[in-house]
């Protein structure tokens, strides 16, 4: 892309921020949202106040802007880049066995092209075509199983309807079926895709459900309401993996040798990273899940170990055992 294309690409993705933010931008918002100064966000402002119908907004001593209205059809088309990436989503839950949250992005899919005009899908099909043969989502190996379009459905209408979700849960390791009824908090989609649930009238956290383990799923008669104060991102972040557990304080030293890769790759939404002078790094975090991080470390070959705590240590001497063995 040229300079002056770039610089065309941020104003009309300014405008669409202006249009979407309902509370409207501040200057430095909009500076922020194209990567310029302040000083070329208020020319950019005052472009955009020229064609469209711009409404200032006080918030105390705050100023902000917004469009209002709605952009015209012109400028809310899709590209061919935005309709391969949906594209790309649709078919790497396809390879993933995941087919009902691919029907569910397919069905958005074919509602955006059947809302483009003969003359726009013409001309956009030879990009489309190319993008899509040509893109793929990796798919790393591991498990791949599907989950229930009619589960899901259940899941996602309770959490919409705050209600409570009746189930038969298969728990592994266990002979019969249970009834189950929870207050549904969240999902988290994955290669194994799982209901984040609460008990109700007890004082026990949150727990997973697998929900390819869940049979005769049904919104309950009863309210189920979440609290306004729980954050499913900060929930999750109190564990490495899926599985929870009592919370350490992690500590992990990187060597020299791997300490360019590992500033690269994500332990921890919360991790905190320490150069050394001896050119070694130092991670450290707070979670759960033992086990998880322990196998994950193991896949470094010995580049990282271990400092904190003596649990961390001994889950990978176990691990390292046992592949001896």
């Known amino acids: 892309m040229t300079h002056r294309m770039a610089k065309l690409d941020r104003l009309l993705s300014l405008v669409h921020a202006m249009v979407d933010e309902p509370e409207g931008l501040t200057l430095d918002e909009m500076a922020q949202h194209v990567g310029v100064n302040r000083r070329t966000a208020e020319r950019m402002r005052d472009v955009i106040m020229m064609h469209f119908d711009l409404e200032p907004m006080s918030e105390g001593r705050t100023k902000r802007w917004r469009i209002a209205g709605k952009l015209g059809r012109m400028f809310t088309k899709p590209t061919p880049t935005e309709l391969a990436a949906l594209q790309a989503e649709v078919d790497g839950y396809r390879r993933s066995s995941q087919d009902a949250q691919a029907d569910v992005l397919a069905s958005l899919l074919n509602k955006i092209r059947g809302a483009l005009d003969g003359p726009t899908r013409t001309r956009t099909a030879p990009d489309l075509e190319a993008l899509t043969r040509a893109q793929r989502i990796f798919i790393p190996a591991g498990p791949g199983i599907p989950i229930a379009a009619e589960t899901l459905a259940a899941v996602q209408q309770a959490i919409m309807a705050g209600m409570m979700l009746e189930f038969d849960y298969q728990a592994e390791g266990k002979g019969d079926a249970e009834w189950r009824r929870v207050i549904p908090y969240g999902v ?63 500590a992990l030293r990187v060597l020299p040798t791997a300490a360019e890769l590992a500033k690269q790759w994500r332990f921890h939404t919360q991790q905190v990273l320490l150069e ?50």
Not at 290 to 309: F, N
Request: aromatic letters at 10%.
């Open 276 to 325: 050394e002078t001896d050119g070694s790094l130092l991670i450290t975090f707070r979670a759960g899940g033992l086990r998880e991080l322990a196998m994950h470390l193991c896949t470094w070959s010995g580049s990282i170990e271990p400092v904190s705590p003596k649990e961390l240590i001994d889950e990978i001497s176990q691990i390292s055992k046992a592949i001896s063995f």
């Open 188 to 250: 988290v989609h994955g290669s194994i895709s799982y209901l984040i649930g609460k008990l109700p009238e007890r004082d026990d956290p949150p727990v997973f459900y697998r929900l390819d383990r869940m049979a005769v799923v049904n919104v309950s008669d009863r309210q189920g309401t979440v609290p306004a104060d729980f954050d499913i991102d900060q929930w999750m972040s109190k564990s490495f993996g899926i599985w929870r557990g009592e919370e350490y304080e992690i």
